[in-house]
């Protein structure tokens, strides 16, 4: 048998994909940028004067949401400074000085706050039972009061869409509520608001993002070494769904901006008890007796031939 040989790479072949590479990371950049500014302005998440405190995890989330608001910082129409703060938790073998070394770097005023929840987490959830929700709870009263102690205006999350989607079914699914995960609220202490400026940003892109940039990825060992955690399942049933029915993670991302509360069954959120006939044409009401109209979506069989038909569940 001949030996194989391999094709060797050109050098203009190589420029052609170094420039490509380039030009695919460049619009990568300007999507998340302007999906992340479209985000601040749809919801006023910053304003004239705010000291945002950014958590910064050592994930590929927190990291990608730190590089935007930098970039954003540099060109917004207003003034804000951004602070960089990491809970500690003292898990076993966390590398310490990758993310001051790293935040140092970027030249970006940082806080270190070390709190060993870590061993409060493993000694009161019992073995096998998921950690998550202790873990958050410990977490979140920490950094509620650091951004006091800091005197930071608002405090910066790195959930993306496709968290706040995986909340909507969890909530739906597991605790019987229609509840998401808001791009911004006042906190449970009433002091802090929070927000999540990549509501818009799908966590593929944050993948790609996170890549490019090389960030120094500290992974979790409490919540990142449970593989059977519902929201786990959950990510994996619309990863699934996003296969096989492009378009709708979309379009359940768009539903929850588009609520219709006379539509629901939640009478304290709409009059159905007082509701009388008007004898007025209302062009944006219920027809009752008509069947439902949605989107057909185009579908391409085996063969190649175009078809039309309603995706379902």
């Not at 391999?6 to 050098?11: G, H, K, L, W, Y």
């Not at 129409?77 to 076993?92: E, T």
């Not at 006091?148 to 909340?167: F, S, Y």
């Not at 079914?169 to 609220?185: C, D, I, S, V």
Request: charged share 25%; with cysteine; hydrophobic share 40%.
């Amino acid at each position: 048998m001949p030996d194989l040989i391999e094709p060797q790479t050109t050098a203009p072949d190589a420029l052609k994909i170094a420039r490509r590479t380039d030009h695919e990371s460049h619009k990568l950049e300007k999507r998340l940028c302007r999906e992340v500014g479209r985000a601040i302005m749809d919801f006023n998440m910053i304003e004239e004067g705010d000291k945002v405190m950014v958590c910064v995890s050592g994930g590929k989330d927190s990291y990608a949401m730190l590089d935007i608001l930098l970039k954003l910082q540099k060109r917004a129409p207003i003034n804000f400074s951004l602070i960089a703060v990491n809970l500690d938790q003292k898990q076993p073998g966390f590398p310490e000085h990758i993310l001051p070394e790293y935040l140092s770097k970027l030249g970006v005023p940082f806080h270190i706050e070390n709190q060993d929840t870590y061993s409060i987490v493993k000694r009161v959830v019992p073995e096998g039972k998921t950690l998550c929700s202790l873990c958050s709870r410990l977490r979140r009263g920490i950094l509620y009061r650091v951004a006091g102690e800091l005197g930071a205006t608002k405090i910066a999350l790195g959930h993306h869409r496709d968290d706040m989607l995986q909340t909507f079914f969890l909530n739906m699914f597991f605790a019987a509520k229609l509840k998401g995960m808001p791009p911004k609220l006042v906190s449970d202490d009433g002091k802090n608001i929070v927000i999540r400026p990549m509501a818009y940003v799908p966590e593929t892109d944050l993948s790609r993002w996170a890549a490019v940039q090389h960030f120094p990825i500290i992974p979790c060992t409490l919540c990142g070494s449970q593989e059977n955690l519902q929201r786990k399942q959950v990510g994996n049933m619309l990863r699934e769904w996003d296969k096989k029915f492009p378009g709708r993670i979309e379009n359940m991302f768009t539903a929850l901006q588009n609520i219709v509360p006379s539509h629901l069954m939640d009478g304290k959120r709409h009059d159905f008890k007082g509701i009388k006939a008007t004898g007025v044409a209302d062009g944006h009401s219920d027809k009752a007796f008509d069947a439902d109209e949605f989107v057909a979506q185009p579908n391409t069989t085996a063969e190649g031939v175009s078809v039309i038909q309603l995706q379902s569940f």
